[in-house]
């Protein structure tokens, strides 16, 4: 089944391709796995997809609705942000390409698609290996950077957006992981508070994000219907 929810920003948390609802009861496998313990993985989507999600992460489900087809993170003592979605299979658009159509998509909902708002630094393949999620046909790492403004705001934020997408063709859905991680913010947005703060935990860092990826498994197909 597939739902229509406005597309996300870095900052709303809303996104205009959907897939599916997530699960309202925690799933029988992932049942099975708490009960045999399950280390520091964390169940996404009622249970059907595991991963390990950085320390001092926020549910944020907790305090603001959130689409069915996301898991959206924030950091307690930071401006970071983590997004797992559930996206429609974008079959026209071929495996290598994939990745940089997602973040040109965001980069449209953040209105960062003028000239020397928006860049990509690399786009490489990730070895399927190395990674849990052994469904995806191919699995892409993009780097870049955007700038955006929150709440609709005047005041603009350079922000790196690290992007992992997995794709699963089978299922005619992609699965995208954003790491939205701010370079500077500006004296006018309202992220200062939390940029000039004091800090009582370490921000995220990179290898926090590549660990999510690897770790990120499926434990229900039945999540795609």
Not at 106 to 124: E, F, M, Q, R
Not at 194 to 200: I, K, L, P, R
Request: hydrophobic share 35%; with cysteine.
């Amino acid at each position: 089944m597939s739902l229509s929810s406005p597309r996300r920003s870095f900052v709303s948390f809303f996104r205009k391709h959907d897939i599916l609802p997530k699960p309202r009861e925690m799933s029988h496998s992932w049942k099975m796995l708490g009960a045999a313990g399950h280390g520091d993985r964390h169940p996404l989507f009622g249970g059907a997809i595991s991963a390990r999600i950085p320390h001092s992460a926020r549910d944020i489900s907790d305090v603001r609705e959130v689409p069915d087809n996301q898991e959206v993170f924030a950091h307690g003592h930071t401006d970071q942000s983590l997004i797992v979605e559930l996206l429609e299979f974008e079959s026209k658009v071929e495996d290598q390409d994939a990745a940089k159509y997602h973040f040109e998509d965001i980069a449209g909902s953040n209105k960062a698609l003028k000239p020397g708002t928006c860049d990509v630094t690399s786009v490489v393949p990730l070895s399927k290996s190395e990674l849990s999620l052994s469904e995806c046909s191919s699995a892409w790492l993009l780097n870049g950077a955007q700038c955006v403004s929150k709440f609709n705001e005047e005041a603009r934020n350079a922000v790196t957006i690290h992007l992992g997408l997995f794709r699963l063709p089978q299922f005619s859905t992609d699965v995208l992981v954003t790491f939205n991680d701010p370079l500077s913010i500006s004296p006018d947005s309202s992220s200062i508070s939390s940029a000039s703060g004091t800090q009582s935990s370490e921000p995220w860092t990179v290898q926090d994000f590549h660990r999510l990826l690897h770790s990120l498994t499926l434990h229900e197909p039945g999540l795609f219907g």
